[in-house]
Structures are given as C-alpha cells and as structure tokens.
C-alpha cells in the first residue's frame, strides 16, 4: 500500500468506528434510558477531568505524604507531580485545563501534519479532514482527555522524542525522552533505542537528564530530598501494589487484565471462582514471565538494523502490554509509531493488516459489560496488539527467530567475558 492508501484507510476505520459508537450509545442512553456504562464508552461522566484535579491539587502542597486515600490520581513520578504544581499555582483557575490540552493539541496536530503532508504544504479539505479524525475522532485521545491524564504530556514527549531521533538530532532527543521518563519512569524503556545504534553516551545522556530532573524536584518539595524520597517510594509502592492486586482491571489494555478476565471466565464455567490478581504466586510467575518477554524481544531487535517505526511499535506494545495495569490513555504512545509507519512509502505484504490493525486500537469498543464498568475492550486491545506484534517482527515468533536471539544473546555475554578477561590480564 501506498502512503496515501494507508492513511485514506486508517481514517476510513477511524471515522466508522467514531460513529458507530456515538450512535450505539447515544440509542442506549436517550432511548433506552441505561445509565453509565452503556451510554458512553468513556469514563464515568461524574468523574471527568479526575486524574488533572487530583493532581494538581496533591501537587500543590509540594510534597508526597498528604492525600495519600487518593493514589489513583499519582502523577507517576516527582517531576510529574512538579509539573502538577506548576499547574496549581496558574491563574486564573479556569486556564489550567485549556492550557494543559493546547500543549498536547498543538504538539498532536503538528506531527500529523508533518509525518503526513509536510509541515509547511499547504493542506486541501480532504487533508484537514482526515488530520481533523486522526487527532480528534480516536478513543484513546478522547478517553485521556476525558481523565485530564497526564499521559497527554508524556504522548507529547515522545512524539518530539521520535521526530528528533528520526532527524538525528540526537541530544535533543535525549532532552525529550528524558522528560517522558521522568514523568513516567516506565517509558524508560526507549532508551533501548540508543543502545541499539550503539549510541551509549546519548543513553547515559538521557538516564543522567531524567535522574538531574528527579532529584531537582525532589529538592524543591516540601519536607528536602531525602525526606520525599522515602515517601515517593513508599507512594510509589502502594502503587505497584495496588494494580498487581487488580484495583485498575476496567478499561485496560495489558494482558495482565486479558489473563484475569480469561482465568475467572474459565473458572467459572468450571463451576469454580478464581481472580487471578488474588493469587500472589500468580503475580509473580506473571512479572517473571513479563521480564523475559521484555528481554527477548530486545534482543531479538539489537540483532540487526531495522526501521526506527519498528523498533518503536515494538517497544511501544510492549510497554502496553506487559505490565500488571495499562490504561486506555496510554494507547496515546502509539501515535509516534504509527505516524512514521504511514509517512513511509515503502509497500510490504501486510501492510493491510497492519493499518486494519491500527485502525481498529484507535476507535472505542465498549459494546458488551463483561462485570461493573469493565467492558470487552479489556480482551479485544490486547489481542489487537498482540496481532499487531506478530505483523511487525512475525520472525520473532518462529522456532529460528527464538533460536537466532538465544545465539546473539550467548555471543554478546562470550564477548563481554573475553573482555574482562583481557582487562584483567592487562592489569596484572
């Protein structure tokens, strides 16, 4: 497929999905009267804009040991919470909202412009209309926005974050992904790509930036640096205990929600009740499982050169998948990938596949409740992205391809053996 088939495609999908939901939903609330969870396919109405609210307002006591009942408004890290801060202390209060989604907004519609028309061209209708429902019309934008998520800011990061190291700007890009990082240590994972062109200086570049953010926020917090730091860790903690015990298993995209509600529905034909999060020797095996899946795949991608598109879109599911809770906001990061797959003109065998693929994670499936609001998007979104996963490096998936990465990885750790063998010998 060419570039302006795959985009006309994935805006087709975009625009269907975006309103078949908005009818589906709009029947079962105006006609047949059914409260949340039917009438939308967002979050609770009474709890929108939540995730902003709290935050700014835990942030602007600069510190992590007040309102500690409401975890779930965790900016994710001490340069978050700052930025939180930075927020709180905007006046009037009215402008904190319309400013924190005009720094997401400009940065979304920039880069769709750019990867897909040039940023200077100057756009037809048909061009402003497919920007217009890629930015607009998608479920995870609507559904971050809908929170006030964080995630907005982090999405933005990384997009500036690709643009640059797909420019090779290389130190900007450190700047950019060490912002994201220290907003959501979790994105840590893309300083992978540094060290799969060997640019190690830039990856410790990117890990001293988001450290050098860290603690200067830290210092600026209420109670000094050591004092916080206990307490972010003990926040942090509750945290991480928090979505491993399965407090957030409703509009989710990981396959730690995929197993759980597949686990109860078996169970319970059974005649049994298992809930998987419940189970400590389950939430290990799973982190256990996590881990290798995260380092196999990394070195299946160290072996050789690929397409930074590629790189990023595999790094990307995974951050989706893998871990115990991936809200649906954080479908966002798959923006950066996606556009520079679309902007490439190069045609591959399943490029239909892959643009159906993409199309179908950013349009809302909320069709059927499986229990409370947790609603078949939670099995339908991680299959959909580990569908996309086996398009994109289908070799890893193949008996050479496992046996390929075991040799590479075995020849990497003998190299690294020799080498402290020779500096050991160098020394005596």
């Not at 900007?172 to 060997?198: E, G, Q, R």
């Amino acid at each position: 497929m060419q570039k302006e088939e795959k985009t006309s495609l994935l805006v087709l999908i975009i625009v269907v999905g975006f309103a078949t939901a908005v009818a589906y939903h709009y029947v079962m609330g105006h006609y047949f009267g059914k409260p949340f969870p039917a009438n939308t396919f967002l979050f609770n109405p009474l709890s929108r804009f939540l995730d902003f609210s709290l935050v700014v307002r835990q942030s602007a006591a600069l510190t992590f040991n007040e309102n500690q009942q409401e975890l779930y408004g965790f900016a994710g890290a001490p340069f978050g919470q700052f930025i939180g801060y930075l927020f709180s202390v905007i006046r009037p209060a009215s402008l904190r909202l319309p400013i924190f989604f005009c720094s997401f907004f400009i940065v979304l519609v920039a880069m769709v412009k750019h990867y897909l028309y040039g940023l200077k061209s100057k756009l037809t209708s048909s061009q402003l209309l497919a920007i217009f429902a890629i930015v607009f019309l998608t479920y995870p934008v609507l559904f971050a926005v809908d929170r006030g998520n964080f995630d907005l800011l982090v999405c933005a990061s990384l997009l500036l974050f690709a643009l640059a190291y797909g420019r090779r700007h290389y130190r900007a890009s450190t700047v950019f992904l060490a912002l994201a990082i220290a907003m959501k240590p979790y994105t840590a994972v893309f300083i992978l790509v540094y060290v799969f062109d060997k640019r190690y200086r830039d990856s410790l570049l990117v890990v001293f930036n988001a450290l050098f953010l860290t603690v200067l926020s830290l210092a600026l917090f209420k109670d000094g640096l050591f004092v916080e730091t206990r307490q972010y860790f003990h926040e942090l903690f509750n945290v991480n205990e928090g979505l491993s015990a399965g407090s957030q298993q409703a509009f989710t995209s990981c396959l730690y929600g995929l197993l759980t509600v597949g686990v109860k529905s078996i169970a319970h034909f059974l005649g049994a009740e298992v809930y998987l999060p419940a189970h400590p020797a389950a939430r290990v095996a799973y982190a256990a499982i996590a881990g290798l899946a995260l380092i196999y795949f990394a070195v299946h991608l160290w072996q050789r050169p690929r397409p930074l598109w590629k790189v990023l879109a595999v790094l990307t599911i995974l951050l989706i998948l893998l871990p115990y809770g991936s809200a649906d906001y954080r479908l966002t990061y798959l923006f950066a990938p996606m556009l520079m797959y679309l902007a490439t003109d190069e045609t591959r065998r399943n490029d239909l596949l892959i643009v159906i693929l993409w199309g179908l994670l950013l349009i809302p499936k909320n069709y059927y409740r499986i229990s409370g609001d947790q609603n078949i998007g939670v099995v339908i979104n991680p299959l959909l992205l580990t569908a996309l996963l086996v398009c994109i490096v289908p070799d890893a998936f193949t008996k050479s391809g496992l046996t390929s990465a075991l040799r590479f990885a075995y020849e990497r750790l003998r190299s690294v053996g020799r080498f402290r063998e020779l500096e050991n010998a160098r020394s005596s």
